[in-house]
């Protein structure tokens, strides 16, 4: 299972962006797809995740701002990010989970950079 990601950027401090991944070489569905973040110096967290029965879980720093889409057809997912902040600079990184296969996947990451 392959995952690729895209929408990353540059954008000024409240401002917005649109990541979307996409998975290619699975014939099966993924039953948690989702959003992870890594900062200069910092270890990889939870950003936010969705499973197959539309449950989201948010890291609390986003809440409120970020949102995660799912199409579960495509196994594909999204995450809008809204009143961006400095400190959601990071790379971040497209995550899915089978539970059938006990396996993680994740896709290589994009870059969002928030200037202040």
């Known amino acids: 299972v392959q995952l690729q990601a895209s929408g990353g950027g540059v954008v000024q401090t409240g401002g917005s962006l649109r990541l979307s991944c996409r998975t290619s070489?699975?014939?099966?569905?993924?039953?948690?797809m989702g959003w992870y973040r890594q900062s200069p110096g910092k270890q990889r967290e939870l950003v936010a995740t969705?499973?197959?029965?539309?449950?989201?879980n948010y890291a609390d720093s986003v809440k409120d701002r970020f949102t995660i889409m799912r199409n579960g057809n495509e196994n594909a997912v999204g995450l809008e990010m809204n009143s961006l902040k400095p400190e959601d600079t990071a790379v971040y990184y497209c995550?899915?989970?089978?539970?059938?296969?006990?396996?993680?996947?994740w896709g290589k990451g994009t870059r969002v950079t928030v200037s202040s």
């Open positions: 070489g699975n014939m099966f569905s993924l039953d948690t």
């Open positions: 969705t499973d197959d029965r539309g449950r989201t």
């Open positions: 995550y899915a989970k089978s539970d059938y296969y006990s396996r993680e996947y």
